[in-house]
């Protein structure tokens, strides 16, 4: 895995390449003319109290903080595909990740989709911060003789590391959560102190129920139907052990975290039942009675506790 940084990404957005693709995607002309206008010459300066910076145009990048620029960079970025079926390139805003299937150690569609991502991105004003960018492997072979060489961008080696931080979720190359645990629940603990002195405080129960759910349980849920199926035991207990702190300072009983990992784990089953368009959608295939879905095979307890597996039982022990 390939955790691709770019230096101001929002900024480097050219409008008349925006509008080129808008055009490629048959969107109404009108409205691509519209979005050039909102992009181009716009006036702008820094405020510093009383005072006031020259102000210059910018004729270059979306405006950040902007409802539409996430939707304008996505529409940019649309023409950045694999070009190897054994690759895949998963974007979210300006987050991107290029993902390589090695077989028979052949890197070779892997290592030639890195490059032409890079190509890709000096054709389309995007600056790729070599520093930044960092490489994950996972490899569960148990006799692994092979030696992975650095992956080269622009010249300059990208770094390999054992665990990164990727839309808020640790990813360790053996997969175990254990270091994606310890961060929640370091963080959880720094806020379990604000809910003390709020009981200091003699905040009524309500009030400190909302707190945790806000502050706290957000922390400790936060993608949990990702990776708390194949948690260890070690980490749930240490996970569960933040909410009964939380229940002892609260005074109130609180979900456990199984009980939400379900919840979530079915509502967003659901939710892809839902959209015929989602990616995976044809995972949720009915048996020919109509009543049950067709449980996946799994040859790995890794992939038995991840989460479609999980929500396929969940689905059919719901019904």
């Given amino acids: 895995m390939l955790f691709v940084d770019f230096s101001s990404a929002f900024n480097t957005v050219i409008p008349s390449k925006l509008t080129t693709k808008l055009g490629d995607l048959e969107i109404n002309t009108s409205l691509c003319n519209w979005i050039m206008d909102f992009l181009t010459n716009r006036p702008q300066h820094v405020r510093s109290g009383h005072t006031h910076s020259t102000t210059i145009t910018l004729n270059t990048g979306v405006p950040q903080g902007c409802v539409l620029s996430p ?3 996505s529409l940019y970025t ?16 300006d987050d991107t990740t290029v993902i390589g299937l090695i077989s028979d150690n052949d890197e070779t569609a892997y290592r030639e989709e890195v490059q032409h991502l890079a190509t890709w991105c000096a054709d ?9 960018t960092k490489e994950l492997i996972v490899d569960f072979r148990k006799k692994n003789g092979s030696t992975h060489d650095p992956i080269h961008i622009n010249g300059m080696v990208v770094e390999r590391v054992s665990s990164f931080k990727f839309l808020g979720t640790t990813i360790s190359e053996e997969l175990s959560w254990a270091t994606n645990t310890s961060s929640l629940v370091k963080k959880a603990h720094q806020r379990l102190f604000f809910l003390r002195t709020l009981k200091k405080n003699q905040l009524s129960s309500s009030i400190l129920v909302n707190f945790y759910r806000c502050a706290i349980e957000s922390i400790l849920t936060s993608c949990i139907s990702v990776w708390y199926g194949n948690c260890s ?20 009983p609180l979900p456990a975290l199984e009980d939400i990992q379900r919840k979530r784990c079915l509502r967003r089953a659901r939710s892809i039942l839902k959209d015929s368009s989602h990616p995976d959608h044809g995972l949720f295939n009915l048996l020919p009675s109509g009543r049950r879905f ?7 307890t890794r992939f038995r506790n991840s989460f479609f597996p999980k929500a396929v039982s969940l689905l059919n022990s719901s019904l």
């Fill in 124 to 132: 389309n004003n995007l600056l790729l911060n070599t520093n930044k």
């Fill in 233 to 252: 035991v070690a980490d749930r207990k240490a996970l569960q052990r933040v909410v009964k702190t939380a229940q002892r300072i609260t005074g109130t």
């Fill in 78 to 93: 649309h023409d950045c595909k694999p070009v190897h079926g054994s690759n895949s390139i998963i974007k979210f805003a």
């Fill in 294 to 300: 067709r449980s996946l095979r799994t040859r790995t």
């Fill in 71 to 73: 939707f304008l960079y």
